[in-house]
Nanobody, 117 residues
């Protein structure tokens, strides 16, 4: 059974930092691409950043230079370090993993990030 368990969300002031974690189980994690998405109220879910199994990254323009994705293939965990947070970063953040060949993908339960001005 595949599980993605997220943690690390919360309330932070503008300019602050948070670190999200997503621990995976039930998959051969190191072979999967990973990513973080977010969905703000009334908006569509959008890609924040993706990372291939080989470590290549693709950041949304809105977070470049502020957010950093990383993965630990021993702990089967993907992280999102978020610095210089802005109120417009407020959203539910979801981790996502995609199997080789994009045959399957799985989602975390989501974690709320709220940035106050």
């Amino acid at each position: 059974q595949v599980q993605l368990v997220e943690s690390g969300g919360g309330l932070v002031q503008s300019g602050g930092s948070l670190r999200l974690s997503c621990a995976a189980s039930g998959i051969f994690f190191r072979m999967y691409a990973v990513g973080w998405y977010r969905q703000a109220p009334g908006k569509q879910r959008e890609l924040v950043v993706g990372m291939t199994s080989g470590g290549e990254t693709n950041y949304a323009d809105s977070v470049k230079g502020r957010f950093t994705i990383s993965r630990d293939n021993v702990k089967n965990t993907v992280y999102l370090q978020m610095n210089s947070l802005k109120p417009e970063d407020t959203a539910v953040y979801y981790c996502n993993v995609v199997s080789p060949g994009k045959l399957t993908n799985y989602w975390g339960q989501g974690t709320q990030v709220t940035v106050s001005s």
